[in-house]
């Protein structure tokens, strides 16, 4: 059975390039059906940082959730991605699996759906564009409704200079 994936794309280390490499390695979880505009915001740290150019991709796929973790894990480290103990520290590409389906999950390594979503404009904004009648499995609110919330306090800057092709 396959579900609906949504997957947030971020970069501050060369986002031109690595975003767009990142969305074409997608295709590797499954059938990419839409992705986002690519949208500059400031990063969310306490030092100062370049801003990141954020996105989202939504794949349809048979993999289950622990899986796409580890797969978007490999592109991240494919991509130069280095870990630190510092969850905000500028990074080559972020992937992070949002929301699968219908499904709720609490797992030390993944939660489903990812809380920073109700928090995050960049998150909400870019994944309401891919369904924006999609309901939140939790609240029950339309990805649509919960991006308008968001959206007010986000400083979001659309980049029609960055493109996210989909190998179909």
């Known amino acids: 059975m396959t579900e609906l994936a949504f997957i947030a794309l971020g970069s501050n280390i060369d986002p031109e390039t690595n975003l767009p490499l990142a969305a074409a390695r ?6 990419p059906i839409a992705a986002s505009t690519v949208y ?3 990063a969310i740290a306490d030092e100062p940082q370049p801003d990141y150019l954020n996105a989202a991709v939504l794949i349809e796929t048979a993999l289950d959730p622990l899986a796409i ?21 500028p990074r080559t ?6 929301i699968l ?17 109700l928090k995050r404009g960049h998150l909400a904004v870019t994944l309401a564009e891919l369904r924006p009648d999609f309901l939140h499995p939790i609240t029950g609110d339309s990805l649509e409704e919960i991006a308008n919330e968001l959206q007010k ?3 979001l800057n659309p980049r029609s200079d960055v ?3 989909l190998n179909r």
């Open 40 to 42: 500059q915001n400031p």
């Open 69 to 89: 973790r580890d797969k978007l894990r490999e592109i991240e480290a494919a991509l130069g991605r280095i870990r630190t103990t510092d969850k905000f520290a």
């Open 93 to 98: 590409i972020d992937l992070d699996l949002c």
């Open 101 to 117: 389906g219908n499904r709720v999950l609490d797992h030390e390594l993944l939660s489903l759906p990812d809380p920073d979503l």
């Open 163 to 165: 493109v996210l092709s």
């Open 26 to 31: 997608l295709s590797e979880l499954g059938t």
């Open 153 to 155: 306090d986000a400083e």
